[in-house]
């Protein structure tokens, strides 16, 4: 067997990485092809869009990520219209407009499917200077985008959506650590908001609107889960010194309700024009049964046949009682709802739906610069 050791005598973990890629059948290393194309598009500011696109740029937009990211994928902004509709807008990078079809990056993008986190370090989808520069919705820059805009109203009801690219400024690049320390009364206001004249009040509509679409899901039988993660902290050297827990926060909450209206709203655009797109799927959880002992293990009862609303209400009642170990408990509802898959689902055919987010049309188009389906749906 071979041992991957470092200079400090301990184990490479770095090394371990690398090979971990390669036994899965990923490919870790950017080929030089594709090196050669990352030169040749930075001498290029330009990007291949020819379609004449909405100018944004004035617009108060903002990103909220991990903290460390630099992949940014999404920017939002939200208005209170007169009548007191909410109107969303979340941009997502435009990364079909660098990526050409076809090309060495394209061809590289589509082999690994997917950027890979290992905890000690990151294999990027497509080459760092696209993924954390020209595709990503950077702090202080201007970037193409494709844009999802709706129409909230005060029940979470989506009344209209368009799709459509635009050029827009980030003017803000925020972290769910501090916004959401601070949006749930623990910390100060982060200086990136405070900072910024009107970002407070944005920030707080974007929650508001975030908690309309989350309350209409949960009364349509969405899931709320909450499981324990924990991520490794590396030092320079590769070496693991601690273990950080990611907690839920008003802050992740925001983003999770946009991106999954963004991508219900992406799914019924693509269906409304006919189109054969790639759907995410949860389907009817085929271990229900398991998960109604499971209720009855806590003296409640749920329906024989699969019901994502009882699921949800039992889970939410759970919560309340027992929150301590409710983080056990949206485990073992995970692991026996079994895994999403991806679907072809072609012009006027019926969805599968989404079982865990109660949503009958849904596909990835969020997060173009580290999931290869997103930049697929793109290519519409």
Known sequence: MTKHHSHAGSLDLRAIAHQAMLDAGFSPDMPLSVTAEVQDLNSHEQDRSTAPARDLRSLLWSSIDDAKSRDLDQVEYVERLPDGILRVLIGIADVDARVEQGSAIDTHAATNTTSVYTGVMTFPMLPEELSTDLTSLVGGADRTSIVTEMLVSANGTVKQAQIYQARLHNYAKLAYETVGAW??????????????????????????????????????????????????????????????????????????????????????????????????????????????????????????????????????????????????????????????EYTVQTARAESEGHFGLAVQDYTHSTAPNRRFADLVTQRW
């Open 183 to 340: 949006l749930d009364g623990k910390a100060e206001m982060p200086a990136e908001v405070a900072q910024m004249p009107n970002m407070e009040a944005q920030i707080r509509l974007q929650l508001e609107a975030a908690q309309h679409l989350r309350e209409l899901r949960r009364e349509h039988g969405a899931l709320e889960l909450e499981t324990l993660q924990a991520t490794p902290v590396v030092n320079h050297t590769g070496q693991v010194t601690d273990l950080a827990s990611v907690e839920r926060n008003s802050a992740r909450d925001i983003i999770e309700n946009f991106m999954i209206a963004a991508n219900v709203a992406m799914a019924e655009f693509l269906e409304a024009h006919g189109v054969t797109s790639l759907r995410r799927v949860v389907r009817t959880p085929k271990y229900w049964p398991r998960i109604v002992e499971i209720a009855h293990g806590f003296e409640e009862e749920l329906p024989a046949e699969p019901n994502s609303r009882a699921l949800a209400d039992f889970m939410a009642r759970r919560k309340t009682a027992d929150p301590l170990h409710f983080p056990d408990l949206s485990l073992s509802i995970v692991k026996l709802l079994g895994p999403g």
